[in-house]
């Protein structure tokens, strides 16, 4: 698997769109971005040789509306066919490159894994209480409260060493990224009490701690993840309504 | 296709389990619930044999939590198996039958056809605006325009007959329900100016209204759907906290 661009520039309003060579497969990404990382990882995952366009989506470039009419990141581009959503993009990857299939192509077995991955967007949504704590740490323990218990059902949910059973799967790639926010989160000051190092704590999420640990380290998401002093401070700037820097770390 | 149950009594918490013959698949369905009725269209529209299990959702059964975690319709039962939520039933029974498959085999127009379903789930969120309105007419100018709105979103991304194409397809099957309950609410006094003959309106709407009555009239619809005036007075009594009556009009 080759991921060429993973720490490429973004490209902001008025920059021109990279030409595509034939039979190049694209992905539009913004490197801190959950919704795109669900992408990124699906794709290194299933080793997909790809080139990734890096975007900056608050002064978004004007040929990108082309290619989503949100012009939103993550899409993918190849054969002249452009499929956009993180929510669709896995199971697209997953049906135009069957060799490589992460869901399973049983029936019952792959509507449970998508119903697992279902639930976990409950972490997700926990996402933003930790921006209002960002902008006003008063409301820590109310919001925190909500983060906790978000997590307790994740580590409920965990019956196997992965969600998707003995090895990493559909559940297990496209939650992590929303994971990973909360633990680039509890890397500020005050913002959240949980550990950076074996997060989210053997103490409270024994299971959840060994399966964040194992995704982190895993290839597919060390190819295109970005580190957790990078990623805090552009969430931080991103909650505080702060100056984005979209090339933060390169 | 033989639906047998589609006009049994709801079940109401006491109510014991009925006997689940070998071999035959059942679905959980809330007669008034648009999102049982996705699920309940997609089993019609696929031919399949089912047998129809009324639910009271607001008293369940007990035994219903063993089907469902949280006890809500739609689910369906077969051959021991549980699939639950119509975010994933249909996709699920076109894996499970792929002889009537509905969704396109190719993957690319299989997520072109998801997504456009999923742009249309802004029906969906509009009902609530009518909800409103029910209990308070005085709310109408303000939540109506919201309506139209989607109304207008949705006759623009009809580009063909129907949203799958020249025939009814995925995103038509699962969309038509909050259309539907857009209809019901129609016919109150007072709470949205659209007609109920010919919806949503051949001068707002051309496209969109050839198009709703085409797929209320199908076969597929019809056989599962209830009557306007019952689904008005079921949507009002819930908008308004009144006293359910999951039984109208059997």
Redesign the interface.
């Given at each position: 698997m080759v991921l060429t661009g993973v720490t490429s520039k973004a490209i902001r309003k008025g920059g021109a769109e990279p030409p595509l060579a034939p039979g190049t497969f694209r992905i539009y990404n913004m490197r801190f971005c959950p919704w795109a990382e669900k992408a990124m990882i699906y794709v290194a995952a299933k080793g997909i040789d790809a080139e990734v366009i890096n975007l900056n989506v608050t002064d978004k470039p004007e040929w990108y509306f082309s290619k989503h009419y949100q012009g939103k990141a993550p899409a993918i581009e190849h054969d002249g066919?452009i499929?956009?959503?993180s929510?669709?993009i896995p199971?697209?990857l997953d049906?135009?490159f069957p060799e490589t299939r992460i869901l399973p192509t049983d029936?019952?077995e792959?509507?449970?894994q998508?119903?697992l991955a279902?639930r976990l967007t409950a972490v997700a949504h926990a996402v933003p209480c930790l921006f209002a704590v960002m902008r006003d740490r008063s409301l820590k323990d109310e919001k925190q409260a909500k983060v906790f218990e978000v997590l307790k059902m994740a580590e409920e949910l965990l019956t196997d060493d992965f969600y998707a059973g003995s090895t990493p799967g559909f559940p297990d790639y496209v939650s992590f990224p929303f994971f990973e926010k909360i633990w680039w989160s509890a890397s500020l000051d005050g913002v959240v009490d949980l550990p950076t190092s074996s997060f989210p704590g053997v103490e409270q999420y024994p299971k959840l701690t060994r399966w964040f640990s194992s995704l982190l380290e895993s290839d597919a998401v060390q190819s295109v993840t970005q580190s957790i002093r990078d990623g805090a401070e552009f969430m931080n700037a991103y909650a505080t309504h702060g100056e984005l820097n979209y090339d933060l770390g390169l």
């Open positions: 066919k499929v956009i959503d929510g669709f199971e697209y049906d135009a029936p019952y792959k509507a449970q998508k119903l279902d």
